[in-house]
């Protein structure tokens, strides 16, 4: 078990338009959300599909190529790693946040 790894991967579909930040440094990065489906027979065996929306993160190279390529609506598929932060908010309220940071992204059906 000591070679398991912080590893995502993910296929589905763009749900906003990416926004990509120039920052100060000189470092470009893109945020965008990702929509993935997993469908399934409930109880009854009527097809269930649920919805899960992860928050994407792409520095770099990998930034410019969601900037020229990637809108919402796209099927993609990313890897990379989970990071968690927390941040206060305007009302002093602790927020936890999850993002996949990715490495790598694949743009699927002609995208």
Known sequence: MSTLKNKVQLIGNVGIEPTITNLENGRKVARLSLA?????????????TDTNWHTIIAWGKTADIIEKYVAKGKEIAV????????????????RYVTEVVVSEILLLNGN
């Open 36 to 48: 993935t489906n997993e469908s399934y027979k409930n109880n009854k065996g009527e097809r269930q």
């Open 79 to 94: 890897e990379g790693k989970l990071t968690s932060r927390s941040y206060e908010d305007k009302e002093g309220v602790k």
